[in-house]
């Protein structure tokens, strides 16, 4: 076994500390990296506080890592010692199911292996994240890392990126499309940065009216202030798409009266009590409301080498480890522009 050190949390709800274990043998089909940086998800905290549910503890947080390749198994093909790489929301699948076979490995039908907080394919060994020194991870979930692109700022793209650039991708949102994003944070701010790439005009939905500079310094083309009465009705009907980040408890009803007919409302957002939709707000005008989650490795793949042709990577604050707790407070209260990453060096 390969010795480790990162900062757990030992028991749910409780704050993060040094913690030693061990990873797996490099098997044949495995990439060992050193962690360089890891971002920090809201998903971590919730799961750190079994907010979606029983939590396997010790947890070691983190799926947004990126690392420099320290050993590959013999037979691995894809990466040598010293490449760039990334892992994110997941580190394996069954690999035989339908889904999988379409590179949809996020759906995986007999159940994926979360980065952290799940269990490796053979149903009971527990996976570690990336707030640690090293992973051992199957080179099919291993990212490449084009070199154009900024590390630290890199690794918030594994789950902010994917999370918005999939649906945008799957739904086809580009030129002639008027979409709204709803919510300027981690996912917020990087769905700003894909829809305006893509082609389309990006409308920012907020309740605050300070982030309106924001936008527009993310390329967003318009702003609006959700909590303004007149601004609002000034888009009833207006959008073909919106994507809706926000985890907080929101009004989704008053959000769908501003798509068009057919238009479509995308739920990346998990917000912790269920939706009160109202059948009458979709009857009227065929709108759809659609779900998404991460992408496969594939589309991820593609998102990475998507950024690094168009200069795009997240809106970073560089933390020390030591310095978890006060991120989070910060993250809680929406005090970060736009993703916290963690200097693994620090640990």
């Known amino acids: 076994m390969i010795k480790a050190k990162a900062y757990a949390a030992l028991q749910p709800k409780t704050q993060l500390v040094p913690w030693n274990f061990e ?6 089909k495995d990439v060992k990296f050193d962690i360089l940086y890891c971002g920090v998800c809201h998903s971590d905290l919730h799961q750190i506080n079994d907010d979606w549910g029983p939590g396997i503890f010790p947890m070691v947080p983190g799926h947004e890592i990126i690392g420099k390749v320290s050993q590959v198994g013999s037979q691995v093909t894809r990466f040598k010692v010293g490449d760039l790489v990334g892992t994110g929301c997941l580190v394996d699948s069954c690999r035989t199911c339908e889904n999988c076979k379409q590179g949809l490995e996020q759906y995986c039908l007999n159940g994926h292996s979360q980065t952290y907080n ?9 996976t570690y994240g990336g707030y640690s020194d090293k992973i051992v991870v199957h080179e099919d979930f291993v990212l490449r890392i084009p070199d154009k692109l900024d590390l630290a700022a890199t690794a918030p793209l594994l789950c902010a990126g994917i999370t918005t650039y999939s649906p945008l991708r799957h739904w086809k949102v580009g030129k002639g499309h008027k979409l709204a994003v709803l919510g300027l944070g981690g996912l917020g701010h990087m769905a700003v940065k894909f829809g305006v790439a893509f082609g389309a005009e990006v409308t920012v939905l907020s309740t605050s ?12 083309h318009k702003f609006v202030v959700t909590k303004d009465e007149k601004q609002l009705k000034s888009v009833y009907g207006y959008f073909d798409f919106i994507i809706d980040t926000v985890s907080a408890p929101h009004d989704i009803n008053m959000y769908i009266a501003l798509l068009k007919t057919d238009g479509v409302h995308i739920c990346v957002g998990a917000p912790p009590t269920p939706y009160q939709l109202a059948a009458f707000s979709l009857i009227p005008g065929r709108k759809s409301i659609v779900g998404s989650m991460i992408g496969g490795l594939p589309e991820t793949q593609e998102m990475l080498d998507f950024c690094a042709a168009h200069d795009i990577v997240s809106d970073i604050e560089m933390i020390n480890m030591k310095d978890i707790h006060k991120a989070y407070e910060r993250m809680n209260k929406g005090d ?9 060096a620090t640990l």
Do not use: C, S, W
């Open 118 to 126: 799940g269990i490796e394919q053979d149903k009971k060994t527990p």
């Open 336 to 344: 970060v522009r736009y993703r916290f990453v963690i200097d693994i």
């Open 209 to 220: 009216a300070t982030k309106e500079n924001d936008a527009k310094k993310l390329g967003a």
């Open 23 to 28: 990873r797996r043998e490099v098997g044949h």
